[in-house]
């Protein structure tokens, strides 16, 4: 079973307007961390987010912020303000336990997000 | 920047040969992967080292070695290209902040291989 899931392949946005980009995650562990990547076309792997599980306060960077509901496994990714040098792909990405002890991430298989001008 | 370069950054090969691609980072972080990324399967991990010649398998090591004999060298060989190994290769490095609390994982340039 995919323990993350994107469900959106392609998502088109109109510039300025926000989008959410969906990630939901499968695990058992009670302690995890959820990472968002950007890749654009010239293929670059960008950290954008990150969000423990025992963190208290969804996670903010600029105009990105993560909407995280445990209860829902869910961490979708919120875009606010959308650019055009925000068309890319977004991946999500767990890391099941500790960091200390574990560091392999689990990684989804991205949405491609267009902004249209 | 994370101080992380990956050479060469393209390189087309022909199948049976051996193929080595190397992974440099500057900072002497202690973990460091290697994924290929391909259509239709996003990033897939082959191997990945936590400290000098400590290394350990993923999910698609089959085919392939790595070699971490310097903190700030890691090098991946295909023993012996197959057409199925055209991919796009990209090293990485975790990084710790706030004890162990959070790490996060930062990208070299990636290595376009082909195989013929």
């Known amino acids: 079973a995919q323990k993350i899931t994107q469900t959106q392949p392609g998502m088109f946005v109109q510039e300025k307007e926000a989008v959410t980009l969906d990630c939901t995650y499968d695990?058992?562990?009670?302690?995890?961390?959820l990472f968002w990547y950007k890749q654009p076309s010239s293929g670059e792997m960008i950290f954008l987010i990150y969000?423990?599980?025992?963190d208290q306060q969804n996670a903010t960077e600029g105009r990105y912020s993560l909407n995280f509901q445990k209860a829902r496994k869910s961490a979708n990714l919120v875009i606010s303000a959308s650019q055009l040098g925000d068309s890319a792909m977004y991946f999500c990405a767990m890391r099941e336990g500790d960091a200390g002890n574990n560091r392999k991430l689990i990684w989804g298989l991205g949405t491609s997000l267009a902004v249209n001008p | 920047d994370a101080g992380i370069t990956q050479s060469p950054r393209h390189k087309v090969t022909e199948t049976g040969t051996p193929v080595t691609l190397r992974c440099h980072q500057t900072e002497n972080h202690r973990y460091m992967y290697w994924y290929r990324q391909d259509p239709g399967h996003g990033l897939r991990l082959i191997h990945y080292s936590y400290g000098v010649k400590d290394t350990d398998k993923g999910e698609v090591s089959d085919g392939y070695s790595v070699s971490r004999s310097k903190t700030e060298d890691f090098l991946l060989t295909l023993e012996s290209a197959t057409s199925s190994q055209t991919s796009v290769y990209f090293c990485?490095?975790?990084?710790?902040?706030?004890?162990?609390?959070?790490?996060?994982?930062?990208f070299g340039p990636g290595t376009r291989l082909t195989v013929l």
């Open positions: 990485a490095i975790s990084v710790t902040s706030g004890g162990t609390s959070t790490d996060t994982q930062y």
């Open positions: 969000q423990g599980s025992y």
């Open positions: 695990t058992s562990d009670p302690s995890y961390g």
